[in-house]
DNA sequence: TAGTAGGAACCAG
DNA sequence: CTGGTTCCTACTA
């Protein structure tokens, strides 16, 4: 409604996805109002959560990604090239460059409560759950993944 | 030693 | 029930 509502001088401290969503929960707007947020430097690396939201439809409530969202969000933002990136876009080959920083980087758009942190271990079982559904292949190769499909 | 694949139990939403 | 998360075994470089 009013983009001075959503200036960054009079937003709360907005510095991950869960935040965001909660802020958007409770002031109503569409997504060109997300740019006004800014963005927070996590580790030398500049964290803007609008580049985690998905918006399906206007329909559908906007949401924090799912991991195979987040890998495709993550190989398509060239500022995170270091972290990782396509080897065969058409194939939907990718690597990870960086496993550390994206892991940090999945817990940050993820938001858990974290019991446990996450490591490369867990998080890669993540991936391989997506062989049996059929959403990616095994590449059997270190850092390696692809997708099923490229849609 | 550190990665890969995948079974199984578990759990928050 | 979904979409992972936690834990673990087996295999390979």
Redesign the pocket.
Known sequence: MDSTTFSPSTTPEIDSVEALLDFIDSHPMGPENWIDFGAVDIEETLFDPTEWLIHPDPNEKVRA??????LVLLLNNERYSAYASWIDKEEGVFE?HN?AQVVKL??KV?S??????????????????????GDM?????????RFASTK
């Open positions: 990604p799912k991991l195979y969202e987040f990870i496993p999945w817990e993820k858990r409560k974290a019991k446990q942190k996450m490591n490369f271990d867990t998080f890669s079982r993540g991936i391989r759950m997506y062989y049996a559904k292949i095994p590449t059997y190769t270190r850092y390696t993944y």
